[in-house]
């Protein structure tokens, strides 16, 4: 496991104020990502539970370490920054999101905050109006004398988009509103959505003319009202809800329900099941009736909305971090169905891992059908116990990606036999191996294919991987030419690379006439080309892609083993755990067994020594590494190197420093001899200085260097 890993499976309260820092700004990045995801490009990627989670974790670490609150952090924002193909709309009064409760002492703890909160006597009489939370896409709505002027989505809560002509083609949302008594300026918020017989119907209409179909009513909807072209906005069923307000100049009353009559007489549809209630237990009774009704309402719901009816109530009550305390969402747990895996397929990701996936008689699930559902892991088939022929309860966890709940055993074929996951990878025949976590001394989850650079499903990111910066580092063939090159059949393998300028001679289809080339560019990459024959074994091994053998292991064992052929025959030699080879493997300093069972994996495999022997076929004659110097002021010692190297890249910088014979190190402890600093550096040097490590400045590391 990583060290990032390590920090992310610890619990808050585990964490020091180093690891907090560092798991805050890996949070901030993911959850960001996901915001993307979901509010830009309506393509969520992960659960709504599972990023329920991240954002839990990450208020919980921020309590813990006030201090540490990021600029950028998730509790500071909403949202994702608005697309850049419509005008910008900044949000007066910010579009918020709502806190979330899970289950029924969630709702009753939200009650009793609003009482303690207001220091509410028993007899004071509190009401809290409770709806369905509709799954659509949130708009704001500007009025101004009573005419519709602007529209816009939330964007990221401050700032969003500008799609005022596309919600003027919804017939839900009124041109100019209705009444005497109609507020000078008033911002109207609520949900566009699709109704599920308008998606089928959609959905039908998108097949018959040869075009892919939605997903789900919100991806239609959120595509829809996206449209550059409103006459495309206008040919779609979209619907709208109003339900909360943004700017206004005056209100029409003095509560939440009062305000949503008013909407209502102002000719804007406003959800008929909006109820008012006096208690927590009427709030739950409310929520497992609209539970009941869910499937017949017509229209996706996730959840149910509760409300302080009182708005001085609410002003008072105000908000904290990105949501109001007056409010909250009481979300559904996943819609599921019954169905039958009709068949178990393993597929091999890019970096080798199998990942079983059922097939299913398809079945509808939440207006969405669902024919496939992932099993994560062989542990996780047998714990669950599920086999070919079973019916099977599923859900789409979040609404979004389907899973196995449990089997049926009631429903099983009298045949049925357990199923056994396969030990060799079904993609190249190569073997299919767990590694042993040396922390717990148990298998990993995951079982994975040792075919390295002849299985076709990791071949493209293998060979993407071998032409790489610190790999081979050949110019003019980068991920998109190798990508190209493997689809069009020039290149399968490593040496397929050294041979490409073969394709040149006369009556063969020649690289210099495939678009994007010329004579001159194809010419200079068979020069790149036959440069990196000589490469040395350091960059080699690395190029190979062996799991666990990053730079610096292959540094490690360029300096031990010196040659290719050594290297090769020392490895399979150490196959036998009882021989000198494998001992003088684990007495590398910086191997442990993890990575000594990854090498020896790679090499017993007779496809990959084919790969080697192709290379050396090709003319690729990996060299010795340079000499390392013994007299420099760092030589035995580990240096980490952090912040803006100005006057060299951090590359160049790490090369000079293992050739002056230190150890470069990534990460700052107690075992750290000395910090290179440059501008911007942040948690590493803060460590370095709190541990008493020696650090210098760039303009110092250059003097050392020079030396």
């Not at 036959?530 to 490469?535: D, G, L, M, S, T």
């Not at 490690?556 to 000198?580: C, P, V």
């Not at 501008?679 to 020079?706: C, F, H, N, Y």
């Amino acid at each position: 496991m990583s060290a990032p890993d390590k920090i992310a499976a610890k619990s808050p309260e585990d964490l020091t104020e180093v690891e907090a820092g560092e798991e805050l700004a890996r949070l901030a990045a993911e959850i960001a990502h996901h915001d993307a995801a979901y509010h830009q490009h309506d393509d969520p990627e992960i659960s709504d539970a599972d990023y329920d989670a991240l954002r839990r974790r990450n208020e919980a670490i921020e309590v813990r370490f006030p201090g540490l609150v990021r600029d950028d952090s998730p509790s500071r924002r909403v949202g994702a920054a608005p697309s850049g193909a419509f005008g910008k709309v900044v949000h007066r009064v910010p579009m918020l999101s709502l806190s979330n409760a899970f289950d029924d002492q969630d709702v009753t703890d939200f009650w009793d905050r609003i009482a303690k909160f207001l220091s509410l006597k028993p007899e004071d009489e509190v009401v809290v109006t409770a709806e369905p939370k509709i799954d659509g896409l949130s708009a704001s709505l500007r009025y101004e004398k009573g005419r519709f002027v602007q529209g816009a989505t939330r964007g990221d809560g401050r700032e969003g988009e500008d799609i005022t002509e596309n919600l003027r083609t919804i017939a839900d949302i009124p041109g100019r509103l209705k009444g005497s008594h109609v507020p000078e300026l008033f911002e109207v918020r609520g949900e566009v959505y699709m109704a599920h017989a308008d998606f089928q119907a959609l959905n039908g209409r998108q097949l018959a003319d040869g075009r892919p179909p939605f997903a789900n009513p919100r991806n239609a909807a959120a595509g829809s009202l996206r449209q550059l072209d409103p006459k495309i906005t206008a040919g779609r069923p979209l619907h709208f809800f109003a339900y909360a307000w943004g700017e206004v100049s005056e209100l029409p009353a003095d509560t939440q329900s009062g305000v949503m009559e008013a909407f209502g007489q102002w000719g804007f549809v406003t959800n008929p099941l909006f109820r008012r209630c006096r208690s927590a237990a009427e709030l739950l009774a409310f929520y497992r009736e609209i539970g009941e009704m869910r499937a017949t309402l017509g229209y996706d719901i996730d959840g149910v909305v509760y409300k302080v009816d009182r708005l001085d109530w609410q002003q008072r009550l105000g908000f904290v971090s990105r949501a109001p305390r007056w409010a909250t969402a009481h979300k559904f747990p996943a819609e599921q169905a019954v169905t039958i895996v009709e068949k178990i397929e393993i597929q091999v990701g890019r970096t080798g891992a199998l990942t079983p996936v059922a097939r299913l008689t398809p079945i509808t699930v939440g207006g969405v059908v669902v024919s496939n559902a992932t099993l994560h892991n062989e542990d996780e088939i047998a714990r669950k116990d599920v086999r070919i022929g079973d019916s099977v309860v599923i859900q789409r966890a979040g609404d979004v990606i389907p899973q196995i709940v449990s089997v049926i055993i009631d429903k099983r074929p009298e045949n049925s036999e357990p199923y056994v996951f396969p030990e060799t990878c079904p993609e190249c025949g190569s073997h299919a191996v767990r590694e042993i976590n040396p922390r717990t001394g148990m298998p990993d989850a995951k079982r994975r294919c040792t075919g390295g650079l002849i299985c076709p499903a990791q071949a493209v990111e293998r060979l993407r991987h071998f032409v790489s910066r610190n790999a081979f580092d050949i110019e003019g063939l980068g991920e998109k030419q190798i990508a190209a090159f493997y689809a069009d059949g020039w290149i399968h393998q490593p040496a397929d690379i050294f041979h490409l300028e073969e394709r040149e001679k006369p009556g063969l289809q020649m690289l210099r006439n495939r678009e994007g080339w010329g004579e001159t560019s194809a010419r200079n990459l068979f020069k790149a080309v036959n440069a990196r024959r000589h490469v040395e074994l350091d960059r080699f091994i690395f190029a190979l892609g062996i799991r666990h053998v990053g730079e610096t292991t292959a540094r490690l064992l360029a300096r031990r083993y010196e040659t290719l052929d050594h290297l090769e025959a020392e490895m399979i030699a150490a196959a036998d755990r009882a021989s000198e080879a494998w001992a003088a493997l684990l007495d590398i300093d910086g191997i442990g067994e993890v990575v000594a069972e990854a090498l020896v994996d790679f090499f017993a495999e007779a496809h990959n020594r084919e790969v080697l022997q192709a290379l050396r076929d090709a003319g690729v004659d990996p060299q010795p590494m340079a000499a390392q110097e013994t007299g420099s002021p760092i030589a035995g010692k580990t240096i980490v190197f952090t912040g803006t190297l100005e006057r060299m890249s951090r590359s160049e910088a790490k090369a000079r420093a293992e050739q002056m014979g230190a150890k470069v190190s990534g990460s700052v402890s107690a075992k750290t001899d000395l910090v290179v600093a440059g501008p911007g550096a942040g948690s590493k040097l803060a460590r370095a200085q709190a541990l008493g490590v020696a650090t210098i400045t760039e303009d110092e590391w250059m003097e050392m260097a020079a030396q």
